[in-house]
């Protein structure tokens, strides 16, 4: 009986050490509960007091102000344009904060974002150095258009100092460029004397170390000539660049009239160019060789003295530029008793007999070939007749001699003689005395 009595007791002492020990637990647990409640209150209070922290002007602004100065210009102009985005600030403080935008982009070198920012300052108050820096911000992009345009803006106004001094100019080219068929000559002007005109002839962008214009171009071949300009003012502002193409093709001059036609003639033979404009001269030879500008000047019409010529004529103008080739064959054979062909005939029968020749075509026992090459009509002896003078060559492996010596056959006998010496400008000349004395 007392066995199950102390059972009983120990039985209701393990109870209760169970139940202390579930009190304890459920205390531990609630006090745990109470400790992490009190912690996100805590938490989700300072969440909200943070966010409200951050989500006023002053926090943002601080905030790109310490990003500013650390160099960190993105993160700055972030925190910059959440500042300029809220519903509280103060007019005060949004001009403070856009003044720290333009200095950020100046830092940046966004100096088109930049220039933006500016016009919205001048928009909201107009100083001297937000004009200032507006024309140094335009100068620095190039905007050299927009410099002009601000500085007639200002002419006048209270800010026309800064007119005078930013007001660039412009620079004039004096011809259109385009496609021409003359020489050219272009000048160049700068509206403003200070600005100093840099150009290029090649195509490439004219800088400060170009050629400075000092005088017109000329342009006198054929070609593309492309030129390209700018204007550099005292203080070292540039002018819109300007650009001209120009492209010179001259004309080919109309070849001259040539009268008369190839032929053989018993009258006088006298040459006639027609056709010729202004400003384009006629070269001319006899001889057969092409003309150039060193030849005979066509100037009036040319008397042929009897004899065989091959007539070539060009016509080059002011440019240099030549016609196509004008040739004639002329044959003035005067009528007379004695004719050309039997005054020939003489002459190589003589040089056969005295053995300069073997036959008729000229050959010789050398191998070279003789010539008989017909001179001119002229006065041999101190009488008045006349006689056909003929001069021979002596030709090998291409290469020709003049042999001296005359061979004359009188146009009315046929009287043959041979003569060291023969004057053929004189019949000319007494000829032309004649003919201006009769005129």
């Known amino acids: ?85 809220m519903d509280d600030i103060e007019d005060s403080d ?19 974002e930049a220039i933006n920012i500016m016009l919205q300052m001048i928009e909201e108050e107009a100083t001297k150095e937000r004009y200032y820096d507006l024309m140094e911000l335009y100068s620095l992009t190039g905007k050299y258009d927009q410099v002009d345009a601000l500085a007639n803006k200002l002419a006048g106004t209270e800010f026309n100092d800064i007119y005078a001094e930013y007001m660039i100019g412009n620079i004039s080219i004096s011809l259109e460029g385009g496609a021409y068929e003359e020489k050219l000559k272009i000048e160049m002007e700068s509206s403003k004397a200070d600005l100093i005109i840099h150009y290029t002839l090649d195509g490439s962008v004219p800088t400060l170390a170009s050629n400075i214009y000092m005088e017109p171009f000329e342009f ?5 000539y492309t030129i390209r300009a700018i204007g550099i003012n005292s203080n070292g502002m540039q002018c819109a660049e300007v650009c001209e193409t120009y492209v010179i093709s001259f004309p080919r001059p109309d070849k001259p009239l040539v009268t008369p036609g190839t032929g053989v003639y018993h009258d006088e033979i ?63 054979m005067p009528e007379a008793a004695y004719s050309y062909g039997a005054a020939l005939i003489k ?26 090459n017909f001179l001119d009509v002229a006065l041999v002896d101190n009488t008045d ?55």
Do not use: C
Request: charged content about 25%.
């Open 94 to 112: 949004k001009k403070e904060a856009i003044e720290k935008k333009y200095l950020i982009l100046l830092a940046k070198k966004d100096y088109d």
């Open 220 to 224: 006198t071949e054929e070609g593309s």
């Open 347 to 372: 002459v190589k029968n003589n040089l056969i007999n005295k053995g300069i020749m073997l036959d008729m075509e000229g050959n010789t026992t050398e191998g070279t070939l003789i010539k008989v």
């Open 270 to 332: 006298i040459i006639n160019v027609a056709g010729v404009l202004e400003g384009v001269s006629v070269y001319y030879t006899l001889d057969g060789t092409r003309p150039t500008d060193k030849s005979m000047v066509y100037e009036e019409p040319i008397v042929l003295p009897a004899g065989n010529y091959i007539f070539n004529a060009i016509a080059i103008n002011e440019s240099g530029i030549e016609s196509e080739l004008v040739w004639r064959i002329y044959e003035y």
């Open 1 to 85: 009986m007392s066995k199950t009595s102390s059972d009983s007791n120990n039985a209701r002492l393990k109870r209760k050490r169970k139940q202390k020990i579930k009190r304890r637990i459920q205390l531990v647990l609630l006090f745990l509960i109470l400790i992490l409640t009190a912690t996100g209150i805590w938490g989700v209070i300072r969440f909200v007091s943070e966010y409200n922290d951050k989500n006023t002007f002053e926090y943002q602004y601080s905030e790109a102000v310490r990003y500013f100065e650390s160099g960190s210009y993105d993160k700055a102009l972030t925190h910059l344009n959440k500042a300029l985005g």
């Open 385 to 439: 007749k006349k006689y056909y003078v003929f001069q021979i060559t002596s030709e090998y492996n291409g290469m020709s001699e003049t042999l001296s010596g005359y061979y004359a056959v009188s146009i009315d006998d046929g009287t043959y003689l041979e003569v060291d010496f023969v004057d053929l400008n004189r019949y000319k000349q007494e000829n032309k005395d004649v003919s201006d004395n009769q005129g």
